[in-house]
């Protein structure tokens, strides 16, 4: 008789037929996560965020994931760079319209296609030493913090969380019994 144990039965989940992933994002060993754990869970998950990585963002306080997606430079930079794509030469006469609490001094009055090319400390509040930082993480423009892949990342996993099923299989077929009952 052999001594062996038979192979161990994988854990049914209910989303065998599901296809979607983020394995180009996600470290391997957490590919299988729920992304409200993935949101939860330090910044070393994504793909890329080495130690050097963390240290420089944790240096400004982004520990987890949720943090980055919630940087709040990185959202400026995004609704600047989003909102240049509709600029046009015309300001019409009489326009309130301003960004003053998210740029310095300097940059109030350039078109949002000018700050979006402008170096990262355009943002008010933005230090020099957090300009330094970003700018080993290889962010150097505004438009560069818009696009930085790990904010994207992050920010596409927080805002999947929130529209996630978390219940095991079990719990959903309750779910599903319970709501036939009350019908």
Not at 13 to 19: F, V
Not at 48 to 59: D, Q, Y
Not at 149 to 154: D, I, L
Request: charged residues 30%.
């Amino acid at each position: 008789m052999s001594s062996e144990e038979p192979p161990a039965k994988k854990k049914k989940t209910g989303w065998e037929d599901h296809k979607l992933n983020v394995s180009e994002a996600i470290m391997k060993a957490d590919e299988g996560k729920h992304f409200t754990d993935i949101a939860s869970s330090e910044i070393s998950i994504l793909q890329g965020i080495g130690p050097k990585s963390e240290h420089l963002l944790t240096a400004m306080y982004i520990t987890t994931v949720t943090d980055l997606a919630s940087y709040k430079y990185f959202l400026i930079a995004r609704s600047i760079v989003a909102l240049a794509e509709t600029e046009t030469d015309f300001r019409p006469s009489g326009s309130t319209m301003n960004i003053d609490k998210a740029v310095d001094k300097a940059y109030e009055s350039k078109k949002l296609s000018e700050i979006v090319e402008s170096p990262v400390e355009a943002l008010e509040g933005l230090s020099e030493n957090a300009g330094r930082i970003l700018g080993e993480l290889g962010v150097k423009t505004v438009r560069d913090l818009a696009n930085l892949k790990y904010c994207r990342w992050a920010e596409g996993v927080v805002t999947a969380a929130k529209y996630e099923n978390t219940m095991t299989e079990k719990e959903r077929k309750q779910e599903r019994l319970l709501n036939r009952l009350s019908t």
